[in-house]
């Protein structure tokens, strides 16, 4: 049973900046425990320091690394051993990646980061989350899904087409967990188009993020906050939102059998049973 009025524990990934550490900061106002999960030491430990001045509580942190899954798995292992539920897991972690990139498991890296690596966790975790929010993004417009080649956008590689693919991999990964994890509410979400630290290596897309009119990471952690809160009677299991409305993704977001197909393909490339 839920319980969306007492203190809860809510796990957020990729909660050193940007949308991340906004919605870790609402939450931890509202009374949680945040959790919050970062790649590099010294911005996880700013994260923290800042969560802590919001809320006058200290957060814990846990390191991982998205693009190597042993990372992810370890993490799956220190959660487990530190808390026996996880009221909502919000799996945020993402990245968008300007060149082909191979992870150490063999994966172009967007895809790891943004879907694989998520999924891994979310099935290490499953028996013990309570509820799921997954950061989707409009920009599965772009994706190219083929789950029989998970690498299939290095070739040729375009950074927009192979994020918008991880997007398109994280709705379809949200309705199949909804279907398979009756016990678990997931949802998904568009945040909008943030200014956050994505392509924070490119000096042409940082001078953009400070000058376009992006929306502010508080902002675009509104509707992840939404719906980490509202009561799972009031929402769609396995939907996809935006800016707090029921939204309906492109149709290759919202094939069944391509999730299925996606499933049993993350399922074998990080080392589950399907």
């Known amino acids: 049973m839920e319980d969306l009025t007492g203190r809860r524990t809510v796990v957020v990934t990729g909660a050193s900046s940007g949308i991340g550490l906004a919605a870790a900061t609402a939450l931890a106002r509202r009374g949680d425990q ?3 999960v970062g790649r590099d030491p010294a911005r996880l430990q700013a994260a923290g320091d800042r969560v802590r001045e919001a809320c006058g509580e200290r957060s814990e942190l846990f390191r991982a690394d998205f693009a190597v899954l042993d990372d992810v798995r370890g993490l799956a292992e220190r959660l487990r051993a530190a808390y026996d539920r996880i009221d909502v897991l919000a799996n945020n972690a993402g990245a968008i990646v300007l060149e082909p990139l191979t992870t150490v498991d063999g994966f172009e890296l967007s895809m790891q980061a943004n879907h694989l690596a998520p999924f891994l966790l979310s099935n290490l975790l499953a028996d013990r989350i309570g509820r799921m929010v997954v ?10 899904l083929d789950p029989d080649d998970l690498n299939a956008t290095l070739h040729p590689y375009r950074p ?9 991999a994280n709705i379809l990964f ?30 042409l897309v940082a001078l953009g993020m400070r000058l376009l009119p992006f929306r502010s990471p ?12 509202q009561e799972s009677s009031r929402l769609v299991d396995g939907a996809y939102y ?3 409305k029921l ?22 490339a990080v080392g589950l049973d399907g």
């Open 174 to 203: 949200t309705a199949e967990a909804a279907r398979r994890w009756p016990d678990v509410r997931s949802y998904c979400f568009h945040p909008g188009v943030v200014r956050t630290r994505f392509g924070a290596d490119s000096r």
């Open 160 to 168: 927009i087409r192979a994020y918008g693919t991880s997007k398109q």
């Open 34 to 36: 945040v959790v919050l």
């Open 242 to 244: 935006a800016d707090r």
């Open 218 to 229: 508080e902002r675009g952690a509104e509707t992840l906050v939404w719906l980490a809160n």
């Open 247 to 268: 939204r309906r993704p492109l149709r290759k977001a919202a094939d069944p059998k391509l999730a299925a197909r996606l499933w049993t393909a993350s399922a074998e």
């Open 135 to 144: 950061t989707a993004s409009g920009a599965h417009r772009s994706g190219a």
